[in-house]
């Protein structure tokens, strides 16, 4: 994992997932949490998942499903922030670290359909 930014990027955001979690329950909500940490730890399990795939067409799926992950994760935390279980500076920095996520996994699935 040394050399792969995607895979440590989305290890240390789902570190993160998990302490937004915890941070939640404390705050008493359940559903939407359980959601958020579903979806965001789900995004390093795939980029995990893509390092050994079958085929490029196996890597594309996984690191497209990463993607879906990540941005399902994005709307949890919209939602959360709405609903005022995030705070401002919380929510802004999950919020770009999911947005670069979401870069990257973009790029890497547009060069990688590009390069087939």
């Keep these: 994992m040394k050399d792969n930014q995607i895979a440590l990027k989305t290890h240390a955001f789902a570190r993160r997932m998990v302490k937004a979690y915890q941070y939640l329950l404390e705050k008493k909500e359940y559903n939407m949490s359980n959601q958020l940490v579903r979806s965001g730890t789900s995004v390093g399990a795939m980029v ?15 690191m497209s499903i990463a993607l879906k992950e990540a941005n399902e994760t994005r709307y949890w935390l919209d939602l959360l922030h709405y609903g005022d279980y995030l705070e401002d500076d919380i929510y802004m920095s999950l919020d770009k670290d999911i947005k670069e996520i979401i870069s990257i996994l973009v790029a890497i699935v547009k060069s990688t359909k590009d390069n087939q």
Excluded: H, L, P
Aim: charge should be neutral; charged fraction near 40%; aromatic fraction near 14%.
């Design 48 to 62: 995990k998942e893509a390092e050994f795939a079958q085929s490029k067409a196996d890597f594309i799926n996984k």
